[in-house]
């Protein structure tokens, strides 16, 4: 093979040092994202600083105006310009202390680059000074420092976002949307300390005002009195590992993963070594379709934790990540386990939003198992994904099934046999040349619509459906934004969502291999890991799992009751689904019992 230099065009002029300006107006662009990036790094200053009454004021999403004012040490007046400098910081002066940061902040970077896209004014009063001083920085330029008037503490305002990089300022979106991602913001820096004072205006209506207050009640006031009933305290400590928070109760589980909270010092992270350990907590008491809420701290040595992994110091990197796991895994399964013996006794809740439901008996009821078959007018059609292939298929299904069961070329053709009938609307019991046959319908199926979707998702020929009449639901204003700005990712995945009012969102057209049925709940989904890890994220690394999800979405259900033809169907997509012996979640979705087995039991010949 003969390699072929790789051509390109030299650049016109020498190598030379960018300017102070551009390099911020670049570094903008990671640490900046967007006006809640900002509001993030400065009430971590804040905090920072000691404040105990933190005041935000917003204006257009905090596009035209982001004032964050706190009571904090202040900065002295020969400190000011230094503040707004690129990587200078009072947080580290080593390479030892950037390994055990105990602070929020400690790049040096978010004031410096706020300065070099937005129109910046830095007012601060240390304790000791008789009055304050204020500088201002636009386009690069820093102003002398100026008397000012102002109480103990300091001060940030800015305004006009990217107002010098149009081109960057075309990607914020709009002003409910960026407002919907500071008051997110706000909410997270809120729950990491209840014992802060916080505040926070919009268009000069105050939406949030917190007093400082314990955990509890700030959960309360965050999340609702509704988590409170239905949660667990959780406590663990072990060494100089320190687990504590509120986890709530499956009956408090959630279709979206909109309430989960955590912490590592006091730090808002997400960390896919921690979410694990989480699921894993609940797997055996929650269904897989629901979702947790929980607002967990964790504090451990900084040592043990590097935070300097990205500039938006939400990702984390543990020293020891499966001790960190298993941890976390056992402090939040211990605090559930030991309560859920008083689940019974707690009130019956009534939202549908909250309660996975599920039959209710009584205690000394013998229930009797169903087995049958419904007519074959079913309601359900296990072919209506509209699949060219799928489709080739039924007029060779419906001939074979028409083939008795004990020719030879039917047995060699159909290994998982032919339908028999459901037994307790969970199992599909058949009949092969070998023997009985028992399939979990719900997890099989759902095996074979997420092999489909990822063939279609990576051809990207994912077919859709148009609704006739779009499903609508209330959604946060966090989804809503995420609609707004993820059209692309969200069209790559089949579905087309609009905003029909500042929290309603509708379906307007959806995956073809998907239910209409379960058109909300499988937009909320995807809405979430979208809105959680980004749609790189979700479309790349994450993919599998979230596809694995709509599957599951699509999947028959328990005691859905299916006709002969209807089994019949599921048996030979199984036949043609590849790693169709287990389900997306690595469980078996059928076994054989031999007829040898059957004669063992009843001693026949014996």
């Known amino acids: 093979m003969t390699l072929k230099p790789i051509r390109y065009n030299p650049p016109m002029s020498s190598i030379q040092l960018l300017p102070d300006l551009l390099i911020n107006q670049i ?56 503040a707004l400098m690129r990587h200078a910081t009072s947080k580290i002066a080593s390479l030892d202390d950037l390994q055990r ?95 802060v004072a916080l505040s926070l205006q919009h268009n000069g209506k105050t939406k949030w005002q917190l007093t400082g207050q314990d955990l509890s009640q700030r959960i309360k006031a965050i999340l609702g009195s509704e988590f409170g009933q239905y949660a667990v305290t959780v406590e663990r400590e072990i060494g100089s590992l320190h687990i504590y928070g509120i ?39 929650l269904h897989h379709q629901r979702h947790p809420a929980f607002v967990v701290f964790l504090d451990m040595p900084p040592e043990l934790v590097d935070v300097n992994v990205h500039p938006a110091k939400s990702e984390v990197r543990f020293r020891e990540s499966q001790g960190i ?26 939202s549908q939003e909250n309660v996975a439901t599920g039959p209710t008996f009584a205690p000394t009821q013998q229930q009797g198992m169903r087995f049958g078959a419904a007519e074959q007018q079913a309601t359900y059609r296990v072919w209506e994904s509209q699949s060219q292939a799928l489709g080739a298929r039924s007029e060779e299904q419906t001939r074979s099934d028409q083939e008795p069961l004990n020719s030879a070329r039917s047995s060699q053709e159909h290994p998982l046999g032919y ?20 399939v979990d319908m719900h997890a099989a199926h759902e095996r074979i619509v997420y092999e489909r979707l ?11 459906q148009q609704l006739m009449i779009p499903v609508t639901f209330g959604a946060e204003a966090l989804d809503v934004a995420t609609v707004e700005e993820q059209q692309e990712a969200l069209q790559k995945l089949g579905f087309d969502l609009a905003p029909i009012s500042t929290n309603t969102l509708a379906v307007r057209v959806m995956p073809a291999m998907l239910k209409q049925s379960h058109a909300e709940a499988a937009a909320r989904e995807v809405l979430h890991e979208l809105r959680d890890f980004g749609a790189s994220r979700a479309l790349t690394e994450r993919r599998n799992e979230l596809l694995a999800t709509l599957a599951c979405h699509s999947a028959v259900r328990a005691n859905q009751q299916l006709s002969l033809p209807e089994m019949n169907a599921i048996l030979r997509e199984m036949e043609q689904t590849e790693r169709a012996d287990q389900c997306n979640h690595g469980r ?19």
Not at 33 to 57: C, F, H
Not at 118 to 127: I, Y
Not at 128 to 144: F, K, N, P
Not at 250 to 259: G, L, M, Q
Request: proline share 3%; charged share 20%.
């Open 588 to 606: 078996p979705t059928w076994f054989q019992v031999t007829l040898e087995e059957l004669d063992a039991m009843f001693m026949r010949g014996q």
């Open 27 to 82: 570094a903008a662009g990671e640490v900046i994202e967007r006006p809640a990036s900002a509001l993030k790094e400065l009430l971590e200053n804040s905090l920072d600083a000691g404040a105990t009454d933190i005041s935000v004021q917003l204006e257009s999403g905090g596009i035209k105006l982001l004032r964050v004012r706190d009571n904090g040490c202040g900065i002295a007046k020969e400190q000011l310009p230094l």
């Open 247 to 285: 986890a709530a109760l499956p009956a408090y589980s959630r279709s979206t993963r909109d309430e989960q909270y955590f912490f590592i010092n006091g730090r808002f992270v997400r960390d896919k070594v921690l979410m694990h350990a989480v699921r894993q907590a609940y797997q055996d008491i």
């Open 101 to 195: 940061v105990a602070s929020m902040g400690f790049r040096g970077e978010a004031l410096a680059s706020m300065a070099a896209v937005a129109q910046v004014t830095l007012t601060s009063r240390t304790a000791e000074a008789a009055h304050a001083w204020q500088v201002e920085a636009i386009d690069g330029g820093l102003s002398e420092a100026a008397p000012s008037s102002h109480a103990h503490g300091t001060s940030f305002e800015m305004r006009e976002l990217y107002f010098n990089t149009p081109a960057r300022r075309k990607f914020l979106k709009s002003e409910n949307t960026e407002f919907a991602w500071c008051e997110e913001t706000f909410k997270r820096i809120a729950l990491s300390r209840p014992d």
């Open 325 to 350: 796991h298993q941890f976390v895994f056992h402090g939040l399964q211990d605090a559930l386990s030991a309560t859920m013996r008083e689940t019974a006794e707690m009130p019956a809740a009534t």
């Open 454 to 464: 990822k063939t279609a998702f990576d051809a990207q020929q994912m077919p859709t």
């Open 419 to 438: 339908a028999l009938g459901q037994l307790s609307g969970i199992y599909i019991l058949a009949q092969n040349q070998r023997g009985l046959i028992v």
